[in-house]
């Protein structure tokens, strides 16, 4: 195999990792491994904060000209690390920044592992390291400062834990991603949120996780920023539902999670209008909550919206969606554009037999995923209502039941041959994807 080829396996292997070990254990393997990777520069362009200075420079003179990934905290560095970002100093931050400051124009990612972690700004201040031309993300990033001082030209992402930008926060207008994970002591002014996307006239991606949020704390007149500044009482904005388009909205929720959170969270939301809305819904026995509660608004409404809806929930089977709450047909009727629906939960009422035909002509792609409660009567039923119909433009073009527990390879293969490419199945158990016999005749198999 040609030194160029073992160079990019490297560089795939390096993209399935998140970490630097990769590297360092593929340059121990053997002679001729060493040589490549000493000579494959995206290996060494990740630099962490527990990197000594000789370390951190032979990182940096491996990897060439190629984009820097710095990572700014770590498990070790958490109990040095604080508050840096309220003025702290630490013993061990300032060598690291230091011995980085000269190849500040290479730096493309800044990352944090603890989400409560915050970018080190006042430090960097401090070294005058503030322009950062190829910077494309910060992952962690207190939204109420400024950066007046900073130059950020290729800036598209931020995470934080904040759902407040102060209005003269320079770079709202060029992001296109963002990224909010609160935790439960830091959720203040979910309301704010409304705002804050608004003023991001470029988004395309939100995502949001909610971990253990248990209350809006809510600011009052005392609240400031972590610089000083009093934080206004501010007034909802009020926008019109889904009148701003964007791709993809990603909402993690996670217990405990409070349901007046989350409601006040989904309408916080509601004037985007995604092209996709992934949610994925974990509940616990901590409350009497069912599934559907944390899907409807206040008014009874589902919340989910988007031409491809993806909906993956967690629960234990007391908090399952109930027989009156059909998660398909609730989905359908409740958003009347989707056109594809991604389901992964271990139910079997996901439509009844009385649901009318017409409520599903918008739906053409189904896939149903770990749904272990799922029957083969649950199919037929399904595919009887969205499949039967002899007008090729109505009902499903496409049918995906991957992993159902209760559906065997004989009903499945039958369906399948019924069917053909219309129907996409994996069994249960098995690692592959199979298709329908006529399918496999078709292309020689």
Same mark, same amino acid.
């Given at each position: 195999?040609?030194?160029?080829?073992?160079?990019?396996?490297?560089?795939?292997?390096?993209?399935?990792?998140?970490?630097?070990?990769?590297?360092?254990?593929?340059?121990?393997?053997?002679?001729?491994?060493?040589?490549?990777?000493?000579?494959?520069?995206?290996?060494?362009?990740?630099?962490?904060?527990?990197?000594?200075?000789?370390?951190?420079?032979?990182?940096?003179?491996?990897?060439?000209?190629?984009?820097?990934?710095?990572?700014?905290?770590?498990?070790?560095?958490?109990?040095?690390?604080?508050?840096?970002?309220?003025?702290?100093?630490?013993?061990?931050?300032k060598p690291f920044l230091r011995a980085?400051?000269?190849?500040?124009?290479?730096?493309?990612?800044?990352?944090?592992?603890?989400?409560?972690?915050?970018?080190?700004?006042?430090?960097?201040?401090?070294?005058?390291?503030?322009?950062?031309?190829?910077?494309?993300?910060?992952?962690?990033?207190?939204?109420?400062?400024?950066?007046?001082?900073?130059?950020?030209? =290729?800036?598209?992402? $931020?995470?934080?834990? #904040? *759902?407040?930008?102060?209005?003269?926060?320079?770079?709202?207008? /060029? @992001?296109? &991603?963002?990224?909010?994970?609160?935790?439960?002591?830091?959720?203040?002014?979910?309301?704010?949120?409304?705002?804050?996307?608004?003023?991001?006239?470029?988004?395309?991606?939100?995502?949001?996780?909610?971990?253990?949020?248990?209350?809006?704390?809510?600011?009052?007149?005392?609240?400031?920023?972590?610089?000083?500044?009093?934080?206004?009482?501010?007034?909802?904005?009020?926008?019109?539902?889904?009148?701003?388009?964007?791709?993809?909205?990603?909402?993690?929720?996670?217990?405990?999670?409070?349901?007046?959170?989350?409601?006040?969270?989904?309408?916080?939301?509601?004037?985007?209008?995604?092209?996709?809305q992934e949610v994925y819904l974990e509940?616990?026995?901590?409350?009497?909550?069912?599934?559907?509660?944390?899907?409807?608004?206040? =008014?009874?409404?589902? $919340?989910?919206?988007? #031409? *491809?809806?993806?909906?993956?929930?967690?629960?234990?089977?007391? /908090? @399952?969606? &109930?027989?009156?709450?059909?998660?398909?047909?609730?989905?359908?009727?409740?958003?009347?554009?989707?056109?594809?629906?991604?389901?992964?939960?271990?139910?079997?009422?996901?439509?009844?037999?009385?649901?009318?035909?017409?409520?599903?002509?918008?739906?053409?792609?189904?896939?149903?995923?770990?749904?272990?409660?799922?029957?083969?009567?649950?199919?037929?039923?399904?595919?009887?209502?969205?499949?039967?119909?002899?007008?090729?433009?109505?009902?499903?073009?496409?049918?995906?039941?991957?992993?159902?527990?209760?559906?065997?390879?004989?009903?499945?293969?039958?369906?399948?041959?019924?069917?053909?490419?219309?129907?996409?199945?994996?069994?249960?158990?098995?690692?592959?994807?199979?298709?329908?016999?006529?399918?496999?005749?078709?292309?020689?198999?």
């Open positions: 195999m040609p030194d160029e080829v073992l160079s990019l396996i490297f560089e795939s292997g390096h993209r399935m990792s998140t970490s630097w070990t990769f590297a360092k254990s593929i340059s121990q393997v053997s002679h001729r491994f060493r040589g490549v990777s000493l000579n494959t520069p995206l290996l060494w362009t990740r630099i962490f904060c527990w990197y000594k200075k000789d370390q951190i420079e032979t990182f940096i003179r491996r990897s060439g000209r190629k984009d820097l990934i710095i990572t700014t905290d770590s498990m070790d560095f958490y109990q040095s690390l604080p508050r840096l970002s309220s003025g702290g100093r630490s013993p061990k931050i980085l400051k000269n190849c500040t124009d290479r730096w493309s990612h800044i990352e944090t592992i603890e989400s409560y972690s915050s970018l080190p700004i006042a430090v960097m201040e401090e070294l005058n390291m503030v322009d950062f031309p190829r910077l494309q993300s910060i992952s962690s990033l207190e939204g109420s400062r400024a950066l007046s001082k900073w130059k950020l030209p =290729s800036l598209s992402h $931020v995470g934080g834990v #904040s *759902t407040y930008f102060r209005p003269e926060f320079p770079f709202l207008g /060029q @992001l296109t &991603s963002f990224t909010l994970h609160p935790g439960e002591d830091r959720l203040k002014r979910i309301e704010c949120l409304t705002e804050t996307l608004y003023s991001m006239k470029s988004l395309r991606h939100f995502s949001i996780t909610l971990r253990g949020c248990c209350q809006d704390w809510g600011y009052t007149h005392e609240d400031t920023d972590w610089d000083g500044t009093v934080v206004p009482d501010r007034k909802g904005l009020i926008l019109d539902p889904h009148s701003v388009p964007i791709d993809l909205l990603q909402i993690h929720i996670e217990p405990p999670a409070d349901l007046i959170v989350l409601r006040k969270t989904f309408e916080s939301l509601l004037f985007l209008s995604p092209s996709t509940t616990s026995g901590r409350n009497s909550y069912a599934a559907e509660d944390f899907l409807l608004n206040r =008014s009874h409404e589902m $919340v989910l919206y988007g #031409s *491809t809806i993806s909906l993956q929930i967690v629960t234990n089977r007391a /908090q @399952l969606p &109930s027989e009156d709450f059909p998660v398909l047909t609730e989905l359908v009727t409740g958003c009347k554009i989707v056109d594809s629906v991604r389901l992964e939960t271990s139910m079997s009422d996901i439509i009844h037999e009385e649901d009318p035909v017409e409520d599903f002509s918008n739906l053409h792609h189904l896939t149903l995923q770990h749904c272990h409660k799922l029957t083969e009567a649950d199919v037929q039923l399904l595919v009887q209502k969205l499949m039967g119909n002899a007008d090729p433009a109505m009902g499903l073009k496409l049918l995906e039941l991957i992993s159902c527990r209760q559906l065997s390879e004989e009903f499945l293969l039958d369906l399948g041959d019924e069917f053909g490419t219309r129907v996409k199945w994996k069994v249960w158990g098995s690692g592959t994807s199979i298709t329908s016999q006529f399918q496999q005749f078709l292309i020689g198999g």
